[in-house]
């Protein structure tokens, strides 16, 4: 690594790591004035309040993290340009591409790591804050969870289970997929049209079992009135728990989810939308650093204050086009990959040609 391309990584870092602590401190404390009020109503200690707000903490940073890279790319040149540093570079031979490479490749390093952030930490975390805020915030019943739609449940020995409609009070299901898996392989699989809950364990009435080999193929089918389980370890409490939303899913858990509401028949749009924003989301860190990189080029001696002003304006301009192609997907008035792709396309194509037109 050059020292050039070390020099500006350090400013670029620098200056992402002031961003993001002041903007994850201004969206912490604008939401705890927020709902303050609800706090104080419902009486919730201090210690479930501090708590709330750190497993909160990973979801605002990856939701804040673009702000500050574009910030910090405005700021890095910025500063190059103010000290004369930019002008010295390009004199020595050094194209406007090359100096953007570096904060590229920063970019791309943050990409992944949100990402797999997105995976492993913030859906984790997104449970726990929403247990917390039910329990202690909401003060949820138990009822509330009662009757509950396209349930996934992942229960022991590799069985997971779907159910178009779960009644808590009657402990009973429809639209019933149970799917059981060995070493990556499905072994076994039971369609039923009921299911419901005994002393003794589970009945599932009017479906059908299929048993399959190692590798796949059907060993055996079989159609039945009403089969009764016993052997399986998950009681009623299990599947009365509040379902996860698509935030608290990392990429596999959705996507395993989004199969089997697609193989009990149900609609899928909204959810094919979260998918490809887990991936599309991490990408927009690239997209922005390079839109930012191309308009610093073009403002290059524009002051803390207006750069500050330019980047809130930015991201706020992409976050609401992305909350409205993700509306659109929803509504299936955008197909699930336009909706989004769709902001960082637009955003990246202007960042080009604002990269093209720069003063070399």
């Not at 993290?65 to 103010?82: D, E, Y």
């Not at 308009?295 to 750069?307: I, K, T, Y």
């Not at 992305?322 to 990246?348: E, K, M, S």
Request: hydrophobic share 45%; charged share 15%.
């Amino acid at each position: 690594m050059s020292l050039i391309t070390r020099y500006i990584i350090q400013h670029f870092f620098a200056a992402v790591g002031v961003s993001l602590v002041a903007f994850v401190g201004i969206f912490t404390v604008v939401d705890l004035i927020g709902q303050l009020v609800k706090f104080l109503d419902r009486d919730v200690s201090a210690y479930h309040i501090a708590l709330y707000y750190l497993y909160s903490l990973p979801y605002i940073v990856v939701l804040t993290i673009p702000v500050s890279m574009l910030l910090a790319s405005l700021f890095t040149f910025g500063q190059l340009a103010k000290y004369g540093e930019l002008t010295a570079m390009k004199a020595s031979g050094l194209s406007l591409y090359r100096l953007q490479y570096p904060m590229l490749l920063a970019s791309m390093l943050v990409s992944a790591a949100v990402f797999t952030a997105g995976q492993w930490i913030v859906p984790e975390a997104n449970m726990k804050r929403d247990d917390i805020k039910s329990d202690h915030v909401e003060r949820l019943s138990r009822e509330s969870y009662s009757i509950r739609n396209n349930i996934f449940f992942r229960g022991e020995n590799g069985r997971q289970y779907f159910f178009r409609v779960y009644n808590g009070h009657r402990r009973e299901a429809t639209g019933v997929l149970v799917s059981e898996f060995r070493e990556g392989a499905i072994v076994k699989t039971i369609i039923a049209e009921k299911l419901a809950w005994s002393n003794v364990g589970w009945t599932l009435r009017s479906g059908t079992q299929r048993v399959f080999y190692p590798r796949g193929a059907l060993r055996s089918s079989t159609l039945f009135d009403s089969l009764e389980v016993s052997s399986w370890a998950e009681r009623p409490e299990d599947f009365e728990k509040a379902q996860k939303r698509p935030e608290s899913m990392n990429y596999n858990e959705l996507n395993q989810y989004i199969y089997n509401v697609q193989r009990g028949g149900g609609d899928v749009q909204g959810y094919l939308v979260d998918l490809y924003l887990k991936i599309a989301f991490p990408c927009a860190n690239i997209i922005i650093v390079l839109f930012g990189g191309a308009l610093a080029s073009h403002v290059r001696r524009s002051g803390a204050a207006l750069g500050f002003a330019m980047s809130i304006g930015i991201c706020f301009l992409y976050w609401g086009l992305l909350r409205i192609a993700q509306a659109l997907g929803h509504a299936d008035t955008l197909t699930p990959l336009v909706a989004a792709w769709g902001p960082n396309l637009i955003f990246g194509l202007i960042g080009l040609l604002l990269l093209l037109r720069a003063p070399k």
